[in-house]
């Protein structure tokens, strides 16, 4: 069962990990580049091949997007995760990772955030990405409508003996996929990372509409953790609402501020320069489910080009019921 709370580690987490980490437990980093990738199509830029007799836990990814300072373009759009071996894509994970909204920062002095932590490693119960032995974890990098240059990635993860998945994690290594976070897990017990972009351009009024839509079938509840807006010049605010109760988050006027220059919900990008918030805990406590989410924006009285807003909401999904 998938703990509703924030992802952050006690000092007993901390002083655990740090002795199996002394004993065992090995600490790996794989860097990767991608020369380019052709617009409209996708490539792997990163590929780690468990080594036999040991799990994989996926601790943090990074991105360093492609950068064209001539025209001041960047091609790769977004990333997601597999398993390379089955094919198996991990569902509802995709992270914006364009230059101007990356929310997978490498966690380097270019970058100028850390990079993301997926959660508390070692921890029974966490949703970090797991894999068992000779199972190929991937990152997939998008492009979109042009061409994507050089790609770099990274990740940091742990390599865990059998007796060490069954000392903290209560399963053996082939069953370690299995678990919450896992591409095997068939309760759908993993992090939630869903893009969200304006298909069409606003009206140019100056008040709330739609920029998009999410479904929530009954069968999986979502919590969110994060929300972060990649702004335009002719954004003002927004807010998220429950087609279903009718409850809106935030409820009040000014709602959120998502001004090009005052933004109150940071993509988490080097040029926030400001990490991405976790949310309230009365918006992280509510359970979407069966219902569709409405993501609305009001204009500053210019229209937003279609495309022209990047939304990033994070949080964590379970199948139910």
Known sequence: MVRYKRLSATEEDVKRVLR?????????????????????????????????????????????????????????????????????????????ANWFYNTLPFGDQGSRQPIRRFDTPLTKGNLTLKFSEKEKFQVVGVAGSSAAGLVKCRMIGFLLEEADVQSVYGVSIGDFPKLPGGHANENNEFLYAKRVTNSSATSGAGKFEDIGTIEFPDWLSVRLTHIGVKPHAYSANMKIYDEKTKIEFPDRDPYWLIYEYANTLPMGSHLDRHPMQPLPAVIGAYEWRNTTMHIQVKDTGSAIPAGGLKIQLLGVQRRVG
Do not use: C
């Open 20 to 96: 199996l980490i002394s004993e065992r437990v090995r600490y790996v980093e794989d860097y990767e580049t991608e020369s380019s990738i052709s617009a409209n199509s996708s490539a792997v830029i990163l590929e780690y091949e468990v080594p036999s007799g040991y799990a994989l836990e996926v601790v943090a990814v990074g991105v360093v997007p492609d950068f064209d300072p001539t025209d001041q373009s960047s091609g790769l759009e977004y990333v997601y995760f597999k398993e390379g071996t089955s094919g198996k894509v991990i569902p509802n994970m995709e992270f914006y």
